[in-house]
């Protein structure tokens, strides 16, 4: 079967750095997608990797690793606002979406 | 402004009525799709279509039905044969078909009673 595993929940300070995980097994791969969203609303395209290495986009950086199976969100200089689950996403060889239950992430004061 | 819509925010309805859940997108996208999200899972696709008047059933299909006579519209019916109707819907759409990104409108919280 298809899997996408990322922690449920994580804390972080304002001002900190986070990292979210996400491994997958999946059948082939497209490209990985990291999608944030505030509870009760749409989710929000943040960022897309498909070839290894790391994306970044301001506070946002993306790393994607092809052999191992594994993706990454960092965020940086972690605000109130960034608080919100954080959801991945594998492309599979269909072009279908493959997604994660999300990673809530609460950031403290 | 483009965007996707989807109406209404909330819906509550009794148990053995059939609700249709609207989506119109204004982005000249080709492809729609219609995912259920349930708390603690990742979502789940009902239904995408890809080309007007063509749509292919998702990995929980059973229980509902859709209809795309119109690029910008994809409504949902949730039937009274979908045993566990209330849920968060999410309406997405991309450029092309599975090879691009896909955007998302802002969700139906349907609450069956």
């Known amino acids: 079967g298809q899997n996408i595993d990322q922690p449920t929940e994580m804390t972080a300070t304002e001002g900190a750095i986070v990292q979210i995980n996400c491994t997958y097994q999946?059948?082939?791969?497209?490209?990985l997608f990291w999608y944030q969203q505030h509870a009760g609303e749409a989710p929000t395209f943040l960022s897309y990797?498909?070839l290894d290495g790391l994306e970044e986009k301001g506070r946002f950086s993306s790393f994607l690793s092809r052999s191992k199976g594994y993706s990454y969100l960092l965020l940086k200089e972690l605000q109130m606002k960034d608080s919100a689950s954080y959801l991945c996403a594998v492309r599979d060889k269909d072009y279908q979406l493959i997604w994660g239950a999300g990673t809530k992430l609460i950031i403290k004061p | 402004d483009g965007g996707i819509t989807q109406s209404p925010k909330y819906l509550f309805r009794k148990e053995g009525q059939n609700v249709t859940l609207s989506c119109e997108q204004n982005l000249n996208h080709d492809a729609m799709y219609w995912y259920r999200q349930d708390p603690g899972q990742g979502l789940r696709l009902i239904y995408y279509?890809?080309?007007?008047?063509?749509?292919q059933k998702g990995d929980i299909a059973e229980g509902y039905s859709v209809s795309r006579e119109k690029k910008e519209s994809f409504p949902l019916t949730v039937t009274s044969a979908q045993k566990n109707p209330t849920a968060f819907y999410l309406c997405?759409?991309?450029?092309?078909?599975?090879?691009?990104?896909?955007?998302f409108g802002p969700g139906t919280r349907l609450t069956v009673l």
């Open positions: 999946t059948s082939g791969f497209n490209g």
């Open positions: 990797n498909v």
């Open positions: 279509s890809q080309i007007v008047n063509d749509f």
């Open positions: 997405a759409s991309s450029m092309l078909g599975g090879a691009d990104t896909q955007y």
